[in-house]
């Protein structure tokens, strides 16, 4: 299995739900959640220079064989943006230290990148902490053919934010099939 950044929730509702009204109040809920944790995720990559594309992706209220209703929903980064793995890097980690290029790759091209020695880069973010300050890398312009790249320390973005919405999404679905039960004439027992 892949590791994968993001927040994605499916719950499944063993009531039988028939009305269309419930269904939609409880959709409209769920993308009210989905549109506040995107700002979480977006949060993290304000002063990125390479930002991936933050989606949300709310699943329709579907009926299911038994009678019940599953719902799902996916928030963070989209999966098939262009800088999607430096965003995963960052969130999840990657071990260290690891050579660039890979050993035995000859073809590779000389680095080229901002270095003034050991200490010099600033990290942008920092772990659990769902925001993004200024940073980069400081000193001049420097060319090497191979580096040592220590590896990052995963900053758990993800794990952060599904952590702050764990609860608040417990709650909201709570007020959420309260609102459409009273819409749907429904009553929860």
Request: charged share 25%; net charge positive; with cysteine.
């Amino acid at each position: 299995m892949s590791r994968k950044s993001g927040m994605f929730f499916e719950a499944v509702v063993p009531v039988p739900l028939r009305s269309p009204q419930m269904m939609s109040v409880i959709h409209k809920e769920l993308k009210k959640a989905a549109k506040e944790i995107k700002k979480d995720f977006s949060k993290t990559t304000r002063t990125w220079k390479h930002r991936p594309r933050m989606e949300m992706r709310i699943g329709a209220v579907k009926q299911l064989m038994l009678g019940g209703a599953a719902l799902d929903m996916d928030v963070g980064p989209w999966e098939h943006h262009r800088y999607y793995d430096i965003y995963t890097y960052v969130d999840l980690g990657t071990k260290g230290p690891y050579p660039i290029p890979k050993p035995g790759n000859t073809t590779a091209k000389t680095l080229h990148f901002r270095w003034g020695g050991y200490g010099s880069y600033r990290a942008k973010t920092s772990r659990r902490v769902l925001g993004a300050k200024s940073g980069g890398p400081t000193g001049p312009m420097v060319s090497f053919k191979h580096v040592t790249h220590p590896g990052i320390e995963g900053r758990a973005f993800s794990e952060t934010i599904a952590v702050k919405w764990n609860k608040k999404i417990l709650h909201n679905a709570g007020r959420a099939m309260e609102k459409a039960c009273a819409v749907s004439l429904h009553e929860i027992l």
